[in-house]
């Protein structure tokens, strides 16, 4: 026997638990002997369990790896679920050095182990009770909930360097994992950056995963029409009786300023009334942080780094933002990493370009393309006026040419099935036009008049394949949209600068139509002919309001592409 002195300065003694060792009790199992093997089990799963206890039982385990076999599945299924992360430091070391053990000796347990990681990805679920009812939730106010995705991703890294096949195993788990888009918009958030941490030390799985979660925004934006959007927040404010309206573009966003008289009140840091564009409007500003961080290294642009994300961005979007119907906020990713440097708005203007003239792509890509091209030469104020003369040079010739293969042919009469891209080039040109006119006519009047002569948009207008009658939608005004990110977007936006009645003269002056001058006076002044039948042929048919909007920055309520039948 020990005296109490040397028993307080000893260290334990190694308890025999159930009759024997692990080993023991694992073989015994084997042998069709349950008995410990179940008390084992019961004691694993004990909700009290205590931190020596665990510390004492992955000391062994950790021994005893070449044991756990794919036979004792459930056993390790009860040991992932251990609550080591809100645990003592040393429970998480142990717990940390035992998954590094388990999947180096039996890779068998690789997919439950990244589980149950990837699980730990958004905050603990907890149970609260309103109304004699249990309502589920995620618990935000869990102090240490950083500290715990932080060893979070040290153990996904672990995992990682003792099995370096690991990552063909890990995106398909990422994959499934992703929250549902009604769960709460913390458990989304937290994801989402959890997944966008994962390529910081996973890079070649960078791709899949801006994939995914572009996938999920996109349905999220899809399944939030504008207009249910725009009454949410008209309800939400309903003494607010300020007349808004919204005009339209593939990179039209929502200005969220209201003006009352002379005074203007910023409203950008309320939440959204309709749930859904909430949670879009979280994920797309830690998209937008992503992005900025990865591009930026002490604040200064990494013109190498930058070039990497580009690329990626540029794949995400061919992939799956061109061929989407009704996307409406989502594509603004490009817009902000074009923001950084104009070098990266030319080339996707070059990119978007080549996917408008390429007759071997689809037609409703081709169309897709140009309106982006038109939007984006509208929206991007870090775009030059040069660069904006060079695109519209492009396009202007290209349809030119287009006409010329026309003339002749028995294809020379208006129908968008047919010439879809077309119409599409006009719409981006005339968008472009509408936008950017004070610019292109800055500085020297009759030199700008000279250059929009120049382009002859009266041959375009007036061709047999009418644009006119195609491109230009009706004018609906409608109740201005609320933010996606304004803030991070607005410092780049162009707005919408209403024509003065010198401006409309000026630019009615060096073009004159003839007899079709009544019609041509509508389209100058910026309102719409009376056509019956009018389709849209790409995701955002320009506006052609000329009254400012109170609100112009955010996306359009119709931002879809409409096909003939």
């Known amino acids: 026997m020990l005296r109490g002195d040397e028993f307080l300065s000893s260290p334990p003694r190694k308890a025999v638990r159930f009759g024997g060792t692990l080993p023991d009790i694992l073989l015994k199992y084997g042998q069709g002997d349950t008995t410990d093997y179940e008390l084992l089990k019961h ?56 998954l590094g053990n388990l999947v180096s000796a039996q890779t068998v347990h690789l997919r439950p182990c990244l589980r149950m990681i990837v699980s730990q ?87 899949q995963i801006l994939e995914l979660i572009v996938e999920k925004l996109l349905k999220l934006d899809v399944s939030t029409p504008q207009q249910d959007i725009e009454d949410a927040e008209e309800a939400a404010n309903n003494s607010d009786s300020v007349e808004k309206s919204a005009e339209e573009g593939l990179f039209a966003m929502e200005e969220d300023e209201e003006r009352k008289g002379n005074k203007v009140v910023s409203s950008s840091s309320e939440r959204m009334a309709h749930p859904l564009a909430e949670r879009l409007d979280i994920l797309m500003t830690i998209l937008f942080s992503y992005i900025k961080d990865v591009c930026h290294v002490d604040g200064k642009l990494d013109i190498n780094k930058t070039k990497d ?24 990713f490009m817009f902000y990493i074009c923001s950084f440097k104009l070098g990266f708005a030319e080339a996707f203007l070059d990119h978007l370009w080549k996917k408008l003239r390429d007759p071997n792509n689809p037609s409703v890509i081709r169309q897709t393309a140009g309106s982006y091209i038109g939007s984006f030469l509208a929206r991007a104020k870090f775009i030059p006026v040069v660069t904006v003369k060079a695109c519209l040079d492009l396009l202007v010739n290209w349809m030119h040419k287009y006409i010329d293969n026309q003339d002749t042919g028995a294809n020379a009469y208006c129908d968008v099935a047919l010439h879809g891209p077309f119409y599409s080039t006009c719409q981006a040109a005339f968008y472009t036009l509408i936008f950017r006119h004070k610019q292109l006519l800055d500085g020297n009047l009759r030199k700008g008049l000279s250059y929009l002569q120049s382009l002859n948009f009266e041959r375009i207008v007036m061709c047999q394949l009418n644009p006119l009658k195609i491109c230009i939608p009706s004018v609906v005004n409608l109740f201005a949209a609320i933010t996606r990110s304004k803030k991070i977007i607005d410092p780049f936006y162009q707005f919408w600068e209403e024509l003065s009645a010198e401006d409309l003269e000026n630019l009615k002056k060096p073009i004159k139509r003839g007899t079709s001058e009544d019609e041509d ?7 719409t002919p009376q056509n019956d039948g009018v389709v849209e042929i790409a995701p955002n048919s320009y506006e052609s309001n000329t009254r400012s909007p109170v609100s112009s920055i955010g996306s359009p309520p119709d931002c879809y592409v409409q096909y003939p039948q």
């Not at 905050?123 to 009812?133: A, H, L, N, S, Y």
């Not at 006076?521 to 309102?527: A, M, P, Q, Y």
């Open 43 to 98: 004691q694993l799963s004990d909700p009290d369990i205590k931190d020596a206890q665990i510390i004492n039982w992955l000391h062994e385990f950790r021994a005893s790896v070449t044991y756990l076999t794919k036979d004792f599945d459930q056993l390790v299924s009860l040991l992932l679920k251990l609550p080591w992360l809100r645990r003592s430091r040393e429970v998480v070391e142990e717990y940390l050095g035992f």
């Open 121 to 207: 990805f958004v905050p603990p679920r907890i149970t609260i009770r309103e109304d004699d009812v249990d309502i589920s939730d995620s618990d935000d106010d869990d102090e240490n909930l950083s500290e715990n995705f932080n060893t979070c991703h040290r153990a996904l890294q672990t995992v990682v360097r003792y099995v370096p096949s690991t990552l063909q195993f890990l995106m398909p788990i990422l994959v499934e994992s992703f929250p549902f888009i009604n769960k709460s918009e913390r458990t989304l958030e937290c994801y989402v950056h959890n997944l966008l941490r994962v390529t910081v030390y996973l890079p070649t799985l960078r791709l």
């Open 309 to 332: 994300l580009y690329r990626d961005l540029v794949s995400v979007f061919d992939k799956l933002i061109l061929p989407t119907h009704a996307s409406c906020h989502v594509q603004y």
């Open 521 to 527: 006076d509508d389209f100058l002044k910026g309102e």
